[in-house]
């Protein structure tokens, strides 16, 4: 099993649409999970942390549970400028040496 | 502004010549780090470091270098490049010395083509 799992997508939603993606992850130990945003060839750029069993940031939730090994992201009211690839970032637990591990992300297209 | 550089952007160059990719960070950060992404692999660790003089290997450190001998700056070295290290190459940093626990900040990234 990957460390770190996302269904690659692409999912392809019209705008104001709601969407979800699911992340699961292998390390019981891991405490505070991220969600980043990549757009084409650039650079990541954090959306979210998760370090309980859940945040909220306007249109976006990101929920936790630690018994199934999962976060998941919803978007809500999908606008254009969201079409992206969006990558589950999980740290590795306590002081270990590879810090983060990425999953390989999911590309979400929101269509006129 | 607060800001993690890489240079060069872009890089062709041929198999066996050595090369630098520079990574500043202005943020007085103690954790600096290189990733490699490939298509479908997603971001692949390369070396790590977290503190000045401490570094360590990643998930894929063969045929990479590194150093750390000031806070602010972490090179990536290729000594002999070969083909499959094209890639797109990512510098991070992060303010916590485990990095995990607290967001990264990454470069606009450097792609290099291995000829």
């Known amino acids: 099993r990957k460390e770190v799992e996302q269904d690659p997508g692409p999912f392809n939603v019209p705008e104001g649409a709601t969407v979800a993606f699911n992340c699961t992850y292998s390390n019981s130990a891991s405490q505070s999970f991220f969600w980043y945003r990549q757009d084409c060839r650039k650079e990541p750029k954090l959306l979210m942390s998760?370090?309980?069993s859940g945040n909220e940031d306007g249109r976006f939730t990101a929920q936790l549970n630690r018994a199934s090994q999962y976060i998941s992201l919803l978007i809500r009211d999908s606008k254009l400028s969201d079409s992206a690839t969006y990558l589950c970032v999980v740290p590795e637990g306590g002081t270990g040496r590879r810090a983060l591990t990425f999953g390989s992300g999911t590309r979400l297209q929101v269509q006129p | 502004e607060a800001q993690v550089t890489q240079n060069p952007r872009y890089l062709i160059t041929v198999t066996g010549k050595k090369l630098t990719v520079t990574c500043s960070q202005n943020?007085?950060?103690?954790?600096m780090s290189w990733y490699r992404q490939d298509p479908g692999l997603g971001l692949r660790q390369i070396y790590y470091?977290?503190?000045?003089?401490?570094?360590d290997k990643g998930d894929v450190p063969e045929g990479y270098k590194v150093s750390r001998k000031e806070k602010r700056n972490f090179p990536l070295i290729l000594e002999s490049p070969s083909p499959n290290q094209t890639s797109l190459y990512f510098c991070?940093?992060?303010?916590?010395?485990?990095?995990?626990?607290?967001?990264?900040?990454f470069g606009d990234g450097t792609r290099l083509s291995i000829l």
């Open positions: 470091s977290m503190n000045v003089e401490v570094t």
């Open positions: 998760v370090y309980s």
């Open positions: 943020m007085n950060h103690e954790y």
């Open positions: 991070a940093s992060s303010l916590s010395r485990t990095g995990g626990h607290q967001p990264q900040h």
